[in-house]
């Protein structure tokens, strides 16, 4: 198993940035792919970009290609989003996941996540 942490979440204005953290425990998460959710209010739980376990691999939304940049340090076991050019509807709570690297699926469906964190959330304002 792996517990997950993460961090770096806060209230920015249009068009600002942020770097969100997630901090990695317990099993070796080298093992996992990782990806990074988002839900707002009123919404289904949202896939926004995932990597894979050695990071060869990195997927996007549409919504955020372009503006976020995904990537994990695998020997801090930090996974990591770079958000830039945030705009009010980028306004969620964001959540770290891992999975077994050898599971398949769709890898930004909430449903082919074992583990989570607790979420930290981005406000964004106009």
């Known amino acids: 198993q792996v517990q997950l942490v993460e961090s770096g979440g806060g209230s920015v204005q249009s068009g600002g940035s942020l770097r969100l953290s997630c901090a990695a425990s317990?099993?070796?998460?080298?093992?996992?792919?990782m990806g990074w959710f988002r839900q707002a209010p009123g919404k289904e739980r949202e896939g926004v970009a995932a990597i894979g376990s050695d990071s060869k691999t990195t997927i996007y939304a549409n919504s955020v290609k372009g503006r976020f940049t995904i990537s994990r340090d695998n020997v801090k076991d930090t996974l990591y989003l770079q958000l830039n050019s945030l705009k009010p509807e980028d306004t969620a709570m964001y959540y770290c996941a891992a999975q077994l690297w050898y599971y398949s699926g769709d890898w930004l469906s909430f449903s082919n996540y074992t583990y989570w964190g607790q979420g930290t959330q981005v406000t964004v304002s106009s």
């Open positions: 317990g099993d070796n998460s080298k093992s996992y792919r």
